[in-house]
């Protein structure tokens, strides 16, 4: 917002102050004067209303808009994407679009991320010139909107059509084994360690919003397995291809003697070499 303002110093200086605190004046009068100063439109579509963006506020079925939407599997807003247009393709009958690439925030139809190249069919200049022909549509004679769900499969670095989100599919449970294996059967057993909130596991890859470090996109994990407060569980080599397209989830069952916790998990892709 501000890279992009043509606001004085002083404003500018005012709304960096306010902004790790935005939750708390969002409502405020004097918040948003400040960031109407930096941001003029910004008086134009905040509603009077403070809990008017709480969750549940709005009722979709409300709505009843042509949506297209374009998302990265490593961009940070990617899962709100995905709800999004599961909720309103149900519930709407305006046209919906969904297009889903191997791409960061800030890495839009680009073909590679800072470790991995998904090649030149990840590269999408040809959805760019679809977005303006989604706006088009149905206006002095045009053709209908396409409507739907594309996503890029990574690994087979392919683009392909899809019926719904999520798409028809076949469940696969795993477990964690005591010693770190991942069967398709119920496991039982343990494993502890120690960890220090001093020395947090670094993040590496993954969806995360801007560039620079720690930079977005797939990446090595190696290191990090190798610190004591990371555990791995791996399968055995795969014989033939696994498509994972939909959402994967993890129950988890910890203790800990600290009186907050955090757990990360992570899906990773172990390559030959």
């Known amino acids: 917002m501000l890279a992009a303002s043509s606001a004085d110093a002083v404003a500018a200086a005012q709304a960096l102050e306010l902004y790790p605190r935005w939750p708390e004046f969002i409502g405020d009068d004097g918040g948003r004067r400040v960031v109407s100063t930096v941001l003029p439109s910004y008086a134009q579509w905040v509603p009077p209303q403070p809990d008017y963006w709480l969750p549940g506020r709005v009722d979709l079925e409300d709505i009843d808009l042509p949506v297209w939407r374009l998302a990265g599997w490593y961009d940070v807003f990617c899962e709100g994407t995905l709800a999004a247009y599961t909720a309103l393709a149900r519930t709407n009958r305006a046209p919906q679009r969904l297009i889903v690439g191997p791409w960061t925030h800030i890495g839009m139809f680009a073909q590679s991320t800072p470790e991995v190249d998904f090649g030149p069919e990840a590269a999408g200049a040809v959805y760019a010139a679809e977005s303006e022909a989604f706006l088009r ?19 087979d670095n392919t683009w392909r059509d899809l019926p719904s989100w999520p798409p028809p599919s076949t469940e696969m449970a795993l477990y964690l084994g005591a010693a770190g294996e991942l069967p398709t059967t119920t496991a039982r057993g343990s494993q ?37 407060d990371v555990r791995t569980w791996q399968t055995e080599p795969l014989e033939e291809d696994l498509t994972v397209i939909g959402t994967v989830t993890a129950h988890l069952h910890a203790s800990s003697t600290a009186p907050v916790f955090d757990l990360v998990v992570k899906l990773c892709d172990v390559h030959p070499d």
Do not use: C, I
Not at 137 to 155: I, L, S, W
Not at 198 to 210: A, F, I, K, M, Y
């Open 137 to 155: 549509a149905g206006v002095d004679g045009t053709e209908p909107a396409k409507t739907g769900v594309t996503v890029f499969v990574m690994g």
């Open 192 to 228: 502890s360690w120690k960890h220090d909130p001093s020395n947090p596991v670094p993040t590496r890859g993954g969806r995360t919003l801007q560039g620079g470090l720690p930079f977005p996109g797939p990446a090595d994990q190696r290191l990090l397995s190798e610190r004591g």
